[in-house]
């Protein structure tokens, strides 16, 4: 059919149609709210929390640096993300080191019984987060069996007992913990793809198990590895339930800070200051996975 | 000795012997063929000499040695896939520079081994080429070059040109018969196209359902077919069977129902009474519109029931008032015209005793 007038008009519309309710959605619920973050990280706190007003008396307009002045030169903000970094770099490489094994069992298992095993990785999901934090208070708590077992074993050499509770391990367990499953399933999704010849190949080309995975299997999969390393550093990077609930005073994470610059502190400047850091930080970060999963991506393997 | 002797193998698939007692024999330098029908455990039977699948019974000496306790990686024989099976991630020198680097070669002497053996495969300058930008072709030739870089002691082809379209396999059949002619490395082809087969080798094992009915050169497989599985696989065929009716002076006759006495030169010792069959290629049949003016070996009357235009041949199916059918081929070059004869002419037939080929049973 020859696109006439009528019909161009017709297709404009139902593009409009599909494209327009989650743009709406893009722009009331993430556009606009972080327009209005921004425009608040240069205004001056409220006297008694919250914002100053916008202009005085005169109407000369309230705007300054002062809140990012402060995040960049007190330093004890720039080391709290470091940390939160930190942390999660951690929480991205044990997930890693343990979803590997885990997706490729599951890629290499007969058919009929791989749709079971990703429900298993996903059947988490089905209670809900704050009870699964809380749930590892009383693994980690010092009466369970398993901090028993760690102080007796402790106690026999004759060192003194310890907390696996309100502790960087607490965090970083939990945080490994919950999201094990996001780096699961992009890995899962590429290793299920990878084509059997080309490991055949490889064998009988002269190579033993180990350089099969770590010049064919492993380069072939990064596509999948960069997909699962975004989606846990990301949400790691910026969360705060678990240091709250399972972390110690020297566990505080850039998301902590956040909140208690908007629900304690009522300094929204600054937090709002802290939370464009954060979000600028994690789109560099997706970014540069995004690229570097599109290089790997040249050879036809997708995430 | 042999450079690759396979000894009584088998290989079950639960209750299905995949591959049945086979016994064979490869010389070095040789271009051998396993053919036959998809099922016939051929690639079953390559993947055992390649390490990927290990024998029930028998044994596969490669010079000598029994390869039973070497994986694939430690076996002196490089295999090319039906999918090519090249690393995507890989440029064509990345590819080609893989199986010299598993063997610890030398990187200053890695360039000129992979240089060399491009220009074996007459891929010069694809070197920083990725696999996803070559044609069908240009990836075969890679798996090629890369299979034979590290100069293995046999190739192992699995169907390699199955993917390919008619002109271009034509084409790279002809590439393979010099490659193979200038490395000199013998070659175990895997194939279900026969004509591929007739082309390419030196010697041909038909298989069927896991056993080896005839090991022969092309020639032999096609002019002296020892099975009626090998006469009818192996291009067109008429087989006529029936009850032996006398034996003497090397020449056989058999009792054809439909057709009548057919008359075969052999030196089988069979006796009267048993089953026995003649296979007759249709382009030996020489059909006509006059009864012939002597009195030939073979002679028989029939009408065309149809016929097939084929461009450079016409092929016909004569219908005997018996009701027997005979194929017959004919080369259209003879004649001005593009067919000889049409649907419902009566013609005659008749083919020499010695133009059949005469099967036990």
């Not at chain 1, 009331?28 to 409220?46: H, K, Y």
């Not at chain 1, 309100?166 to 999201?179: D, E, G, I, P």
Request: charged share 20%; with cysteine.
């Amino acid at each position: 059919m020859k696109p006439t007038a009528k019909t161009g008009r017709a297709a404009r519309a139902g593009r409009w149609l599909v494209m327009g309710p989650p743009l709406l959605y893009l722009v009331v619920f993430f556009a606009l709210p972080a327009l209005i973050m921004v425009v608040a990280s240069f205004r001056s706190p409220g006297e008694f929390g919250g914002l100053a007003p916008l202009s005085d008396e005169t109407g000369k307009l309230d705007l300054n640096v002062e809140s990012y002045a402060r995040f960049f030169t007190e330093s004890v903000y720039l080391q709290v993300f470091v940390k939160s970094a930190w942390y999660a770099t951690l929480t991205t490489l044990f997930c890693l080191l343990l979803a590997y094994p885990l997706a490729t069992l599951i890629a290499q298992s007969p058919k009929k019984y791989r749709d079971l095993l990703l429900l298993l990785v996903i059947l988490p999901f089905w209670s809900n987060f704050l009870i699964r934090v809380y749930a590892w208070m009383i693994i980690l708590g010092p009466n369970a069996a398993l901090a028993r077992m760690v102080n007796a074993a402790l106690g026999s050499v004759g060192l003194a007992p310890v907390s696996l509770l309100f502790s960087a391990f607490a965090v970083l367990t939990c945080l490994v913990y919950v999201h094990l499953p996001f780096m699961v399933l992009p890995l899962y999704a590429n290793l299920e793809k990878h084509d059997r010849a080309l490991l055949d190949a490889a064998q009988d080309l002269g190579a033993n198990a180990w350089n099969r995975f770590w010049r064919i299997t492993f380069p072939l999969s990064l596509p999948g590895v960069f997909a699962g390393a975004a989606l846990v550093f990301i949400p790691a990077l910026g969360i705060f339930a678990i240091p709250d609930i399972l972390g110690g005073p020297d566990d505080t994470m850039i998301g902590n800070l956040i909140k208690t610059q908007f629900l304690e502190t009522r300094d929204w400047p600054f937090g709002s200051v802290l939370s464009i850091v954060l979000t600028v930080a994690a789109l560099v970060l997706a970014g540069l996975a995004a690229w570097v999963a599109r290089r790997g991506a040249r050879g036809g393997v997708g995430a | 000795m042999a450079l690759l002797e396979i000894q009584g193998v088998t290989r079950r698939f639960g209750d299905f012997a995949a591959v049945d007692d086979v016994s064979l024999a490869v010389e070095s330098g040789e271009f051998f063929t396993l053919l036959g029908p998809s099922g016939c455990g051929k690639t079953t039977l390559l993947r055992m000499i390649a390490g990927f699948d290990l024998p029930d019974e028998g044994r596969i000496l490669l010079n000598g040695e029994d390869l039973a306790d070497r994986p694939p990686e430690l076996r002196p024989v490089r295999t090319v896939f039906q999918s090519y099976a090249l690393f995507p991630h890989m440029t064509v020198e990345g590819n080609v520079a893989f199986p010299l680097q598993m063997a610890h070669v030398a990187a200053n002497e890695r360039a000129s081994r992979i240089a060399a053996a491009l220009e074996d495969v007459r891929l010069t300058g694809f070197g920083k080429r990725y696999p996803h930008e070559l044609s069908g072709g240009q990836k075969q030739r890679v798996a090629l070059a890369r299979a034979l870089v590290t100069h293995p002691t046999m190739l192992l082809l699995d169907e390699p040109l199955a993917a390919l379209d008619a002109k271009l396999r034509e084409e790279l059949q002809i590439e393979l018969i010099n490659l193979q002619k200038e490395v000199g490395i013998a070659f175990v082809y895997v194939t279900h196209d026969q004509t591929e087969a007739l082309a390419l080798s030196h010697r041909i094992a038909v298989m069927n359902r896991g056993r080896v009915e005839q090991v022969d050169e092309p020639s032999k497989i096609y002019g002296f077919p020892r099975t009626k599985f090998v006469a009818d696989f192996i291009g067109q065929c008429n087989l006529f069977s029936g009850s032996v009716s006398s034996n003497a002076r090397n020449v056989v006759t058999i009792d054809v129902q439909g057709l009548g006495p057919v008359r075969v030169t052999s030196s089988s010792s069979i006796a009267p009474g048993a089953e026995g069959t003649v296979a007759l290629r249709p382009e030996k049949v020489r059909i006509m519109r006059e009864a012939p003016t002597d009195s030939p070996d073979n002679h028989y009357r029939g009408s065309v029931a149809d016929l097939l235009y084929m461009g450079d041949v016409t092929v016909y199916r004569v219908a005997t008032p018996g009701g027997a059918r005979v194929e017959a081929l004919l080369a259209n070059s003879q004649s001005g015209r593009a067919k000889f004869f049409e649907v419902g002419d009566a013609v005659e037939m008749t083919w020499p005793v010695d133009a059949g080929h005469f099967i036990e049973g």
